[in-house]
């Protein structure tokens, strides 16, 4: 079945330092899609990449899908307290059928200040 | 606009019991999910449901878990008999259809003891 992978799977940086986490996919994605867990807390929605070599901005967060529709990766410029989580990426098959979203196991963030 | 509603939020049983959580998903949405998230890890889908109906159970441990959505609104995922490997959390999410964005719920956290 498909698999997605993220990498690191933990990130310790100084509050100000940039931060990128990236996501890689076993298979072609119709769509990949970010979500941010704050501790205790459940998946939020970020947003969705839908077109090949896509870049996609958030104010300090960029988000990128590959040209192959297999990677993605998310950078936060200038990392602030607020953004301490687990980013997920989750992808959904090219393959057609049911559309449930495969995750990956996240990349912890953690911001020393 | 309210949010995805589950109960209970926590819920502590001993092995070989059973257990069931309910869901109540964002006004509308025809997608109803249930996800499993074992602590560390990512999200992992249960069940899918297309207004009543189910999608994609394939993950689904279908020999002790089982849930429904009567009325293509309201779901409830049950756990008979419930292993010590079932400790988690459990999250109900929903969508407008379509490949678009998962709003989750709050979740349930289970202990298996």
């Known amino acids: 079945g498909q698999q997605v992978m993220q990498i690191p799977q933990y990130q310790h940086v100084q509050e100000g330092e940039d931060f990128t986490t990236y996501c890689n996919s076993s298979?072609?994605?119709?769509?990949i899609q970010w979500y941010k867990q704050r501790p205790g807390g459940h998946p939020v929605f970020l947003i969705q990449?839908?077109?090949?070599?896509e870049v996609k901005k958030q104010k300090r967060l960029t988000f990128q899908f590959g040209e192959a529709k297999k990677n993605s990766s998310l950078h936060i410029t200038a990392t602030q307290t607020t953004d301490v989580g687990t980013y997920f990426c989750?992808?959904?098959?090219?393959?057609?059928?049911?559309?449930?979203?495969?995750f990956g196991k996240g990349t912890h963030l953690i911001i020393q200040p | 606009e309210a949010g995805v509603a589950q109960s209970p939020r926590y819920k502590i049983i001993e092995k070989r019991q059973s257990v069931a959580f309910w869901c109540n998903p964002i006004?509308?949405?025809?997608?109803l999910y249930w996800y499993q998230q074992i602590l560390g890890q990512g999200p992992k889908l249960l069940i899918q449901?297309?207004?009543?109906?189910?999608?994609?159970d394939s993950q689904l441990p279908k020999d002790r878990f089982s849930a429904e959505r009567l009325k293509g609104v309201d779901s409830t995922l049950k756990i008979q008999p419930a292993k010590l490997e079932d400790s988690a959390v459990y999250l109900c999410?929903?969508?407008?259809?379509?490949?678009?964005?998962?709003?989750f719920g709050p979740g349930t956290r289970l202990t298996v003891l």
């Open positions: 298979t072609t994605l119709s769509n």
């Open positions: 989750a992808g959904r098959d090219s393959g057609g059928g049911a559309d449930g979203l495969t």
């Open positions: 449901f297309q207004n009543n109906g189910v999608v994609d």
């Open positions: 999410a929903s969508s407008p259809g379509g490949r678009q964005g998962v709003f």
């Open positions: 990449l839908v077109k090949s070599g």
């Open positions: 006004s509308g949405h025809a997608t």
